[in-house]
């Protein structure tokens, strides 16, 4: 079955400090690749995507995340974070089909302390 | 360009009673979905559109939820009854026929007591 797994469910930081999130996912197939951010009371918006190509993607605010095909894993980092990332990060996956559903992970809140 | 309008944003009901949302997606967005999303979870699909048909509604618990688009725009999720289990956020989200990129509204919040 096609599923998402996202590695850490809650993430405290101190500004300036690095990031990574992880995330891995079960698909047979070709997929594409997201990372979806909720800030507090806003909407999910797209942060950055893969589709195919340089594996290493960069996205807005800094974010960058990297496929690594063999492992299955798409992480997320920020060399540096901020207070206002504090967010809910969410991995999502679907198949590289226009017709396949987007399977999320089960998200993980940064809180980052100024 | 507008995003997708979500509406009511908040309801509270409780158990046993109706309640139904609406999503208006992006113009000219030929697919439309409708997730549920658990506090604490990640956002769930309950059905996806693709015009006015339906393309997946494996995970819609057609005992209780129902959701339809007839002129393959605009889209309603209804629930009834409701149980306190379907307290949650119903998000809409919408997508380009050419692209593999969801836009998704602010969400309706349901709370059922």
């Known amino acids: 079955a096609q599923s998402v797994s996202q590695h850490n469910h809650h993430v405290i930081l101190s500004e300036a400090a690095s990031l990574e999130l992880g995330c891995n996912y079960s698909?047979?197939?070709?997929?594409?690749l997201f990372w979806y951010v909720q800030y507090p009371g806003q909407h999910l918006q797209l942060l950055l995507k893969y589709f195919s190509g340089d594996p290493l993607v960069k996205g807005i605010k800094g974010f960058e995340a990297e496929f690594i095909k063999s492992k299955f894993s798409f992480n997320l980092r920020k060399p540096s974070v901020q207070w206002s990332d504090t967010a809910e990060y969410f991995c999502?996956?679907?198949?590289?089909?226009?017709?396949?559903?987007?399977?999320f992970g089960q998200g993980t809140t940064l809180q980052v302390k100024p | 360009e507008a995003g997708v309008a979500q509406s009511p944003r908040y309801k509270i009901i409780e158990k046993r009673q109706s309640v139904a949302f609406w999503c208006n997606p992006i113009s000219g967005h030929a697919t439309l979905y409708w997730y549920q999303q658990i506090l604490g979870q990640g956002p769930k699909l309950l059905i996806q559109f693709q015009n006015n048909g339906v393309v997946d509604d494996s995970q819609l618990p057609k005992d209780r939820f129902s959701a339809e688009r007839l002129k393959g725009v605009d889209s309603t999720l209804k629930i009834q009854p409701a149980k306190l289990e379907d307290s949650a956020v119903y998000l809409c989200?919408?997508?380009?026929?050419?692209?593999?990129?969801?836009?998704f509204g602010a969400g309706s919040r349901l709370t059922v007591l």
């Open positions: 999502a996956v679907v198949g590289s089909g226009n017709t396949g559903k987007l399977i």
């Open positions: 989200a919408s997508k380009d026929s050419g692209a593999n990129v969801l836009t």
């Open positions: 698909y047979g197939g070709t997929v594409n």
